[in-house]
């Protein structure tokens, strides 16, 4: 099949539509229409206003687990708040029309699955699924309600079996990625025949490995993106534009 060498959106919504085997690898861009902040968007990026070395490390846990354990409670009240916009239900539509669809998101919200996209890969973990520091047995959840303010501290609950300090369920600088969903998405990387990467700087690694494995198998890589990437160097196009409204305009 021949892959055009620049496409325009009609040529991408055609690509897409001919899919047999798909990924769609999405970052925090995905979410920034929710109301869910990017992490390294200038002014409104949580690196920009917080230091990920005091909040988003294994060390920083270990110095002072209730910062850490506060600014995340934080984040999942307000993602528990946010609702998934145009671009995650029309994500969730291509993988209804495209039934080999593998969504691959480095997100640790839920705002994919709440549009329907129910087997999403978590690269990098998940607020909702806190686990033991020390065991890690999962713990539950904690419930509404106690949520604290904007960085403010909060001690984190103790583990039911070992009473350790319980941490989110995220993967933090200088931790390894879950092996069985990097396994999966390298894998359905490698399969497939068109990969849509959505709303990621690519700056995060191993994770922006996965396009790379894609386009190196020639398999056709289409981006969304407002900005510029380092993506943009194995990509057929990037659609530059907010998700929310590219997406749909892609899936129609
Ligand atoms: C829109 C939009 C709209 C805006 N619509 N788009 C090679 C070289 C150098 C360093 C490394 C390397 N390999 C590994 C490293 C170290 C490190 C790393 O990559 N560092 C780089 C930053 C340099 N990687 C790691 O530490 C990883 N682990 C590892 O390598 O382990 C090795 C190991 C092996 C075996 C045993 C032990 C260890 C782990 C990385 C974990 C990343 N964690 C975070 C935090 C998660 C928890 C939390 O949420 O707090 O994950 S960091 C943060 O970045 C988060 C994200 O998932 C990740 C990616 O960010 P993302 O999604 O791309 O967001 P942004 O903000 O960067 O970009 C947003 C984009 O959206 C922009 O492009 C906008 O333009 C766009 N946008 N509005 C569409 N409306
Ligand atoms: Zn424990």
Redesign the pocket.
Known sequence: RRKPERMDLADAAEALAGARRLVVFT????S??SGVP????ALT?LWERFDPQAL?TPEAFRADPALVWGWYEWRRAAVGRAEPNPGHRAVAALAARVPDTVVVT???DDLHERAGSAATVHL?GSLLTPRCSACAEPAPAPGAGAEPGEGRRLEPPRCGHCAAPVRPG????????PEPAFAAAVEAAYRCDVLLT??????????AEIPQVAARRGGTVIQ????E?PLDAVCAVNLHG???RVLPALVR
């Open positions: 970052g925090a861009g995905m920034a229409e990017t992490f390294r968007d990026g988003a480095q997100n640790v990098h995220v993967v933090w600088f200088g931790e390894a990625l959505v709303g990621t700087s690519g700056l995060v690694y191993p994770a969304v993106n407002p900005e990437t907010p998700a929310a």
